[in-house]
């Protein structure tokens, strides 16, 4: 039942010898998404262990070099290996165009399938399963890059019966989805016994936010009000803003800014530019007005466990 | 003066947790040449501490992407430092179209101009300046991606002067170029003091090839006759020999019978199949049949030393 995001790179720009260019993995129950893609993913991806096979989906958040240019070698991999299944990628149209002409040129093909779904301007739903929706939402970042955010959300589970209350009650076994849904149980003899006696509430749905590439913009705020786990870029402190407007990009300062307005439960910078070899002074600056904040580190693991429920006895 | 190979990456297809794609410098009297340059390429030229600044020229075998797909990338990071200098690129003509098609396409420029110099299926000279020449030679590899190989050879240097005795001969300062030519010095007196006793041969010119994705092909043993140090690739055993004539490859054993036939005084093997993630049975393969065989290995320096020759006295 994991939710779990694996850094595979947090740099800007150009990579370090510590630091790759941006990509992640995020493991929603045993779906792997990857966030991402600068050159060397598919190396972070064997050095971190991730069962790269498993990556059905790709999200691009926009087409600056140090965010997909590891995109190509990782599906060409893939298709040495003779994947079968379709791989579905989420990016600007033109990375389609970029792809499909690359392997017309060097008249190669791959050994499955590419589902390209062309991001736009507009918040949307772009993915959705059983278990979990992911959403993007539109950044601000140069024209000729426009950049999108994505979240990711688990969908509400079922609540989750109380076996030994529901034996109890003589609830009939064909009647327990309907517990799962919150109605009550009424007895043969009409006695009603209240689902919250049946029942409790079940683990919270988990979220993530990936925000890249932007200039501060409060609006995302909106876009991932409540997320449990928000990353934002921080490419620099905020002692650089004019820097950062510049390049369009948010400081330290500012991404802790957007968790708070977000109600967000926990903050992860990350695209450091490479003026800061050590991260410190970044995460430091967002840390003193977001306290629960984390710097991005290449292969840093970040989990949000399934919060069980208690079942309160009220006396 | 030196006449250095680093080897930036030696495996084939896939990069390996300890094995990159193929890709390699060669520093030539402070000339440094990128040879192929597969994704990840300029993590290790970081990585190897190499002044990636100094490459003004790339050579590209051919358009796998296990030998070209860390390009865009390092010309990439190269403009974000703001280069100014030419970046000439030796490649099937088609790289070009693509390296074009993708700048375009991402409305993105570099900070410096590219130059690209299309491979032919001929030998051809394809660089020369005062102190080196680059040739391209044809390989058999696959008709969808043509495969050259290269040689680098040092350029013939003056003859050295024996300071002492063209003193001795009272040799006018003017004269001496012509005696680095290799002419006798003739005195006022008319005595013909001949350049043998004045001068002594210069260090051997130094050279190096690089034979690329290919099938077994004596031919190449004639373009690189008499080379110094010859990397050839060697991607399986010669039990797979099925299997390297499907996938256009050579084995170690036949790749050590183009070393022999060329007359090679050093042969490197690499480019192994990742189903060698120890590549010593390939190296040992060769080896039996051209002694002076050692392996490929990420981060591995192979140095020919300027051979000063010795002043000889005949007696």
Do not use: W
């Amino acid at each position: 039942m994991k939710f779990e995001l694996t850094i595979l790179g947090c740099g800007s720009a150009v990579p370090l010898k510590h630091r790759n260019c941006t990509a992640q993995v995020l493991n929603v129950l045993e779906r792997y998404f990857l966030i991402d893609c600068g050159e060397g993913t598919q190396h972070q991806l064997r050095k971190y262990g991730i069962p790269y096979n498993k990556i059905n989906h790709i999200f691009i958040s926009h087409l600056h070099g140090d965010h997909f240019f590891g995109l190509i070698g990782f599906l060409s991999s893939l298709s040495m290996q003779n994947r079968k299944g379709e791989m579905h990628i989420y990016a600007d149209a033109r990375l389609e165009r970029l792809i499909n002409f690359q392997f017309e040129l060097l008249r190669s093909k791959l050994s499955y399938p590419l589902v390209f779904h062309s991001l736009t301007r507009e918040p949307s739903l772009i993915f959705e399963d059983g278990v979990v929706t992911v959403e993007s939402f539109p950044l601000k970042h140069r024209p000729e890059a426009p950049s999108c955010g994505f979240l990711f959300k688990e969908k509400s589970r079922k609540r989750t019966i109380l076996k030994q209350a529901a034996a109890d009650a003589k609830v009939p076994v064909a009647f327990m989805q309907y517990l799962q849904m919150g109605e009550d149980y009424i007895t043969p003899e009409g006695v009603v016994v209240p689902n919250s006696e049946l029942t409790i509430d079940p683990p919270a749905s988990r979220s993530y936010a990936f925000v890249s590439d932007t200039l501060y913009s409060p609006k995302v705020a909106e876009y991932v009000q409540g997320v449990d786990m928000l990353y934002h870029e921080a490419t620099y402190c905020h002692e650089l803003l004019k820097m950062a407007k510049l390049n369009y990009h948010t400081t330290a300062a500012q991404a802790a800014d957007i968790a708070l307005k977000a109600n967000a439960k926990q903050l992860i910078v990350g695209h450091y530019s490479s003026r800061y070899p050590d991260p410190e002074p970044v995460i430091q600056e967002a840390r003193t007005i977001f306290s629960n904040t984390y710097g991005a580190e290449d292969g840093l693991v970040f989990e949000i466990p399934l919060e069980k429920r208690k079942f309160v006895v009220n006396n």
